[in-house]
Nanobody
Framework: QVQLVESGGGLVQPGGSLRLSCAAS????????MGWSRQAPGKERDFVAR???????TYADSVKGRFTISRDNAKNTVYLQMNSLKPEDTAVYYC??????WGQGTRVTVSS
C-alpha cells in the first residue's frame, strides 16, 4: 500500500514562501489525481489544489496566483509552492491521492 509523507512546513512571516513536498512510498503514476487540502484551527478541512497525471491543475480561489502545485512522477513526489503567504494560510496541510490516500499532515504557520 502506498504511503504519503509530507514535509516542508514551518513558521514563516507574512509575504514569505514555503515549498511543501509529498513523497509517496510507491509510484504515483497510478494516482490519477494528487493534491493538497488544509485544515485551519477550529475549522473543517478545505481543498487547496490538485493536479492530474496529465498535468491539469485546479486551485481554490483563496490561493490562485499565489500557490503552484506540481508533480514529479520520476521522484514520486508532489509539491506545493506557496508564495505571498498570509496569516490566514496558517493550517495543517495534507497531501492526498486518488483512492482516499492521505498523508499525516505538515503544519504551516504564517506569523510575524
Amino acid at each position: 500500500q502506498v504511503q504519503l509523507v509530507e514535509s516542508g512546513g514551518g513558521l514563516v512571516q507574512p509575504g514569505g514562501s514555503l515549498r511543501l513536498s509529498c513523497a509517496a512510498s510507491g509510484t504515483i503514476e497510478s494516482f490519477y489525481v494528487m493534491g493538497w487540502s488544509r485544515q485551519a484551527p477550529g475549522k473543517e478541512r478545505d481543498f487547496v489544489a490538485r493536479i492530474t497525471n496529465a498535468g491539469t491543475t485546479t486551485y481554490a480561489d483563496s490561493v490562485k496566483g499565489r500557490f503552484t502545485i506540481s508533480r514529479d512522477n520520476a521522484k514520486n513526489t508532489v509539491y506545493l509552492q506557496m508564495n505571498s503567504l498570509k496569516p490566514e494560510d496558517t493550517a495543517v496541510y495534507y497531501c492526498f491521492g486518488t483512492g482516499n490516500y492521505w498523508g499525516q499532515g505538515t503544519r504551516v504557520t504564517v506569523s510575524s
